[in-house]
């Protein structure tokens, strides 16, 4: 191992003999910067030494990903204190993506959050903690107890400020008719505690900015104020126009400016505060010997049984065991009406309990949870970066300095042509005041703040800022059938042929999970039909089932199946195209070649399936039906439902290539699907959609997950998803006007300092003013 490099340590996941282990090695020392790689097989991990100038463990883990090898990682949410602008979003993003063994950084400016991937155990939070104060910045761990501490309103020195500007206003608005009424030594003393005191947060983060070689807008209000305050001060003793009222004003305009952004954004961020405070502090635990003990609701395990009050919180996801009860999960959800909760059903954390008292089965607590993962989802949407955004950090990494040297070519200007150096020096001041890039730097992530956070109440889970872009383009929805546009759960409507069709159909579904299977089962279940024992159970993706009931060799399945195993289903046509009409599924009991019955299942159409339908219309958008279903009960539902173009007898397989061939048409396709089954079919298209979005499969392999499986859901969250967007680059396009079109103005001198700074700070409170109206979304009521 090369010593003289740095080492980093990264866990790796797949390895299973030496030549995983080669393998690694090999793409490690492949990435340009790594010298040596040497793989731990028992400890499943991989010593790198590296040049951190060439390399990362980004790019090192993404080669060994590509190799087809996993580097396990962990999530840290810092909060971030001292970021003014996008600038230091940037700074901050490069100074912790600058740590060994991080793997991806996200930086939110509207929050102040910062979201750092890391490899497992390969980070300590104290490393990224001080690369963040290196850089001129503040962090702690974010733990979500004290959200609001985050937007340190700083009332008291605004009150300060506003309390010694107040006379300087007044003494403007006597100017004005002619008259002072403020002596320059009161003005002095008037002026230096808002300079010193209500300045004193510009120095310090100026100061920072310079340690760490780099600019920001502090240093703008910081050079334009003092310069107003000591060319005033020099007056007072030299005699002269006096500027105390501009550099006292502009620093509180900011200030209120900042107290007034910090307050919208507390009211953007408000979906995951309220979110947070859904996690109730302590459980009822009932321990080994019956008796109950009040434990803290992140010491629950799986497993455990805790009894649950009315009005109390669910502390955990769990199973009701005893009582009945109506839960309210419209915060989870987005469900406006409680869910009825008999024993057997689930119930989640954070859903508060209605007027039961229950006994719940912990299955799952603390970060495992339903509502945890909606957390960090949420949060990492509103942390990820929308693709216009890497315009912005270009412009960004180039402002602070170009606006300095802006400043400068006033002032010489204005000397140049004449001017006194009073006059050149404020219209300088007015230069560096006005140019503050915070509007722009809030564009973004205060519309998305906003934006996900009222889909999140309203149970439309957005993943990144990315999905947004691909929802704006989107000419084609495929729904799929079962789950999604019907209730999925299939009732046997008709059998016929062998007087034991449904005890053997029933026996050869007891090992399969698809909806079927379950009305099947649930048909033998009523009838009161006890089950045989299944042997060699085999199941064929989108055709049937075959095993092996009583010694009898049997198979269950569609035309398909029929086909594959040489049984001809002819004697049963007549059954099938009744049911067809109908709009129930047909499927085939076989043994030994010959079609012995058949059973007809029918779904019933979700409430508001039509609605959906008809609104994805509305909104442009071509509905398509995609299942694995016969081609006539598709139809039969296409009918009902308003959808012309059906794709029918698509196996989960067959269901992605025949999204890839709509794309291939020119379309920009949206699947939506239940995540799990349609993994590969969301995967394929430009934006997945998945319904019941609370699995981890859905939240991987979709871009957007819908916590109820309510069709209507469709149509909202692409509108919420749009309106999102379209804020966002409402807001850019507000914040680079104005930029562009106030720095000629100022330089122009047609703009005072004071007047600058107000519309420095207004910009601010107007971007994030404009991605609040997002909100109502959120508290829109669901019709039904």
């Known amino acids: 191992m090369d010593t003289t490099l740095p080492r980093l340590t990264l866990p790796l996941s797949g390895l299973s003999c030496a030549s995983c282990a080669r393998r690694v090695e090999r793409a490690a020392t492949g990435v340009p910067g790594v010298a040596t790689a040497t793989v731990n097989l028992a400890a499943e991990t991989a010593e790198i030494a590296y040049d951190p100038g060439l390399a990362d463990a980004a790019r090192i883990a993404a080669a060994i990903e590509a190799a087809g090898y996993g580097v396990p990682e962990e999530r840290v949410v810092l909060s971030i204190g001292g970021m003014s602008c996008t600038s230091c979003q940037g700074r901050v993003e490069r100074a912790l993506a600058g740590v060994p063994g991080v793997l991806g950084v996200a930086v939110n400016l509207a929050t102040g959050a910062a979201e750092v991937r890391v490899a497992r155990g390969a980070v300590d939070t104290d490393a990224l903690i001080a690369a963040v104060q290196a850089a001129g910045y503040t962090a702690r761990p974010d733990d979500g107890a004290a959200v609001s501490q985050r937007f340190g309103s700083g009332t008291l020195i605004l009150g300060l400020c506003l309390a010694l500007t107040a006379p300087f206003l007044a003494d403007m608005a006597a100017h004005l008719a002619g008259h002072h009424l403020l002596p320059a030594w009161l003005q002095l003393v008037l002026a230096t505690p808002v300079q010193i005191l209500g300045g004193a947060r510009f120095y310090r983060a100026a100061w920072a900015g310079l340690r760490a070689g780099a600019g920001n807008m502090d240093q703008l209000v910081a050079i334009g104020t003092t310069a107003a305050y000591a060319l005033s001060v020099w007056h007072v003793i030299a005699g002269g126009p006096l500027y105390f009222e501009a550099a006292a004003v502009v620093v509180t305009l900011v200030h209120l400016g900042k107290w007034l952004e910090a307050r919208a954004k507390r009211g953007a961020a408000e979906a995951i505060e309220a979110l947070r405070r859904l996690r109730p502090d302590w459980a009822a635990r009932i321990a080994a010997d019956g008796s109950e003990e009040r434990v803290p609701a992140a010491a629950l395990r799986p497993g455990d049984r805790v009894r649950v009050r009315p009005g109390e919180s669910f502390p955990a996801d769990g199973t009701v065991e005893a009582g009945e009860t109506e839960a309210d999960e419209a915060l989870i959800t987005g469900e406006s009406r409680p869910v009825a909760k008999a024993p057997g059903d689930p119930v989640t954390a954070g859903a508060v309990n209605g007027a039961g008292l229950v006994m719940i089965r912990v299955t799952a607590a603390g970060e495992g949870t339903v509502l945890a993962r909606i957390m960090r989802l949420v949060q990492s949407a509103q942390a990820s970066k929308a693709p216009v955004q890497a315009l912005v950090d270009r412009v960004a990494a180039v402002f602070v300095p170009v606006v300095l040297l802006i400043a400068l070519a006033t002032l010489a200007g204005w000397l140049a042509a004449g001017a006194d150096h009073a006059t050149a020096i404020v219209n300088a001041v007015s230069v560096l005041v006005i140019a503050c890039p915070c509007a722009l730097g809030l564009a973004t992530p205060a519309a998305l703040v906003a934006g996900t956070g009222a889909a999140a109440q309203r149970g439309v889970l957005i993943r990144d800022a990315a999905a947004l872009e691909r929802a704006r383009g989107l000419d084609t929805v495929v729904f799929d059938k079962t789950g999604t546009l019907t209730e999925g759960r299939p009732s046997v409507v008709a059998v016929a042929g062998d007087p034991d069709t449904l005890r ?229 396009a507000f914040a680079f006007v104005y930029n562009i079109a106030a720095i000629p103005l100022a330089a122009l001198g047609v703009l005072t300092p004071v007047i600058a700074g107000a519309a420095m700070a207004l910009s601010s409170v107007s971007v994030v003013t404009n991605a609040l109206v997002l909100r109502r979304l959120g508290r829109a009521t669901r019709r039904v």
């Open 504 to 732: 053997l159909a029933a026996a050869l579904q007891q090992g399969s999970e698809h909806p079927l299977a379950r009305g099947v089962l649930r048909a033998a279940e009523a009838a009161g039909i006890s089950l045989p024992a299944v042997h060699g159970f085999r199941a064929a993706p989108g055709r049937g089932v075959a095993g092996t009931v009583e010694g009898r060799a049997l198979a269950l399945g569609n035309r398909h199946m029929m086909a594959e195993i040489g049984a001809d289903p002819a004697p049963f046509a007549a059954f099938a195209a009744a049911a067809d009409a109908k709009g129930a599924t047909t499927v085939y009991l076989a043994e030994g070649g010959r079609v012995v019955g058949a059973l007809a299942l029918a779904d019933t159409l979700r409430p508001g399936a039509a609605e959906a339908i008809a609104e994805t219309r509305a909104l442009g958008l071509e509905p398509v039906l995609l299942t694995g279903d016969a081609e006539a009960p598709a139809r039969a539902v296409a009918a009902a439902l308003g959808i012309a173009r059906v794709e029918a007898e698509a196996s989960p397989e067959d269901k992605a290539n025949r999204v890839a061939a709509l794309r291939r048409e020119g379309r920009t396709v949206a699947m939506v699907g239940d995540g799990v089954n349609d993994a590969p079919a969301l995967a394929a298209a430009d934006l997945g959609i998945a319904v019941g979005g609370g699995t981890d499969v859905a939240l991987k392999t979709a871009g957007i997950a819908l916590m109820r499986d309510d069709p209507r859901l469709v149509p909202e969250a692409i509108r919420i998803a749009r309106a999102t967007l379209r804020k966002i680059r409402e807001n850019l």
